[in-house]
């Protein structure tokens, strides 16, 4: 058999559950107004510090990706021996200018500058559309990047690839390619906080 002990409390007999009850202390409403207030002021603290924590991480993210497909773009035109273009494709399979949108690397095994599915062409890898808003651009009005299988560009398809956050333009961040096919990522050379290629020429997407 089970017994439940009682004690006495105010002169009654009460489980020792409930007199636990009773002997705990509640927080006034004063309490609590004022711990709610504390939590929004720090809130409020922390908020532009985490917002800018994920801009810098979208763009970072977003100028990594960008690297690896230009490295796959180069390496597929020298292992396949044929030219291999990085562009922005419409579904006519021509490139455009709207780098901000689906980005996609393909063989071009005639040599016209064009996606030809019904040729036998093939689409290497693809790259998802950066956030709406956001900004990429690459040169002036250029339309493609353009692998020799030698790995370096053909013509004029050099320039600089220039990322900018909407809102925060500050944190823009771009990537040089040489005539060479070799490239590299932009730094912040004299410690302003804004992003410079090797000329010190700031990134922006005026």
Same mark, same amino acid.
């Given at each position: 058999?089970?017994?439940?002990? =009682? ?13 636990? =009850?009773?002997?705990?202390? *509640?927080? $006034? ?9 504390? /939590? ?33 773009? &180069? ?7 044929? %030219? ?7 579904? #006519? #399979?021509?490139? /455009? $200018? ?27 890898? $693809? ?5 709406? #808003? ?13 692998? &020799?299988?030698? *790995? ?6 050099? #320039?600089?690839? @220039? ?10 961040? *771009?990537?040089?390619?040489? &005539?060479?096919? &070799?490239?590299?990522? /932009? ?10 290629? @090797?000329?010190? %020429?700031?990134? $922006?997407?005026?």
């Amino acid at each position: 058999m089970f017994y439940v002990t =009682l004690i006495k409390f105010n002169n009654q007999k009460l489980p020792p559950s409930i007199l636990s =009850l009773k002997l705990q202390k *509640g927080i $006034t409403l004063v309490e609590l107004m004022m711990s709610l207030a504390i /939590t929004s002021i720090l809130a409020v603290i922390s908020l532009p510090n985490f917002n800018e924590f994920t801009v810098q991480m979208r763009v970072d993210n977003e100028i990594s990706m960008l690297q690896r497909l230009l490295l796959t773009a &180069r390496n597929s035109a020298i292992n396949s021996g044929e %030219k291999v273009i990085m562009c922005p494709l419409t579904e #006519g #399979g021509q490139c /455009t $200018t709207n780098w901000h949108e689906v980005l996609s690397v393909f063989i071009d095994k005639n040599n016209n500058k064009t996606y030809d599915a019904a040729n036998n062409e093939r689409i290497v890898v $693809t790259k998802a559309a950066i956030k709406l #808003g956001d900004q990429l651009i690459y040169g002036k009005g250029r339309t493609m990047v353009t692998y &020799r299988p030698s *790995g370096h560009l053909t013509g004029l398809s050099n #320039g600089t690839f @220039r990322y900018c956050p909407l809102g925060h333009e500050v944190k823009s961040r *771009g990537i040089v390619i040489a &005539r060479s096919g &070799r490239f590299y990522v /932009t730094s912040d050379i004299d410690n302003d906080s804004k992003d410079e290629t @090797r000329m010190n %020429k700031e990134i $922006t997407c005026n």
